[in-house]
């Protein structure tokens, strides 16, 4: 049966995904710029709420090629994370030439000590996603999120059905990017075993807000769209 993974921004997220049936979260903060490291306090209390948290490891905005330095804050924050119960990491990492940075993810692969690895979509950024399907299973990553190289995954499964096809099982492919509850069902059909999307929806501030507060509202998980995704999916 397919799974649902909601990305979230905060254990109560966490909480609300693991009420609506979602099989798992991916943990992170920013993800109006993409998504980064959740702090380590984030991350166990999302771990307590009992659902499976796979974190986000990225620890900047923009793009994916990263220096040496910055790959090596990379693989201490999953050594801590590790340390805190999650169930899995989400990296990736590329090379100034639009190809897989093997280095990085190979020692990122080695801290997460056996948990489970998705490389996000970092994938969509090359030319031909579905052609480092095979790579990723060597690297030892059990999961690839892509939109197959679309703006919206609904606009790209020709490409994750190839995906899909290239795996040959060996790779779980999740569909994800700009995913509508009406978008499930085509999603399916290409063959995908995951479906990711955040769920969320915007809260007015209950205090003021202003200048260098940032603006008056704030995004949460939706319960009804946890609940609406995971019914889809299950259809």
Avoid: N
């Avoid at 921004?9 to 693991?18: E, L, N, S, W, Y």
């Avoid at 299973?137 to 703006?151: Q, Y």
């Amino acid at each position: 049966m397919p799974a649902v993974e909601i990305a979230v921004q905060d254990a109560h997220g966490a909480a609300v995904a693991a009420e609506g049936g979602a099989d798992r979260v991916e943990l992170c903060t920013a993800l109006l710029v993409g998504g980064l490291t959740p702090s380590i306090a984030l991350a166990e209390a999302a771990v307590g709420t009992g659902i499976g948290v796979h974190a986000l490891v990225r620890p900047r905005a923009g793009g994916f090629v990263y220096t040496a330095p910055e790959v090596s804050v990379m693989v201490r924050d999953i050594e801590a994370l590790v340390d805190v119960g999650v169930a899995g990491v989400v990296i990736g990492a590329l090379r100034a030439d639009r190809t897989l940075d093997r280095h990085a993810i190979r020692a990122l692969v080695r801290a997460a000590e056996g948990r489970e690895v998705t490389v996000h979509r970092c994938v969509d950024v090359l030319d031909d996603p579905a052609s480092v399907v095979a790579e990723l299973a060597d690297l030892g990553v059990a999961r690839v999120l892509t939109s197959g190289g679309a703006p919206r995954a609904v606009d790209g499964t020709g490409t994750l059905a190839a995906m899909v096809e290239r795996s040959a099982g060996r790779v779980e492919v999740m569909a994800g990017g700009g995913v509508r509850i009406e978008d499930i069902p085509a999603l399916l059909a290409a063959g995908v075993g995951s479906i990711h999307l955040s769920a969320r929806t915007s809260v007015a501030d209950a205090g003021p807000a202003g200048p260098g507060g940032g603006p008056a509202t704030y995004e949460v998980t939706d319960a009804g769209l946890v609940a609406a995704a995971v019914a889809a999916a299950r259809a």
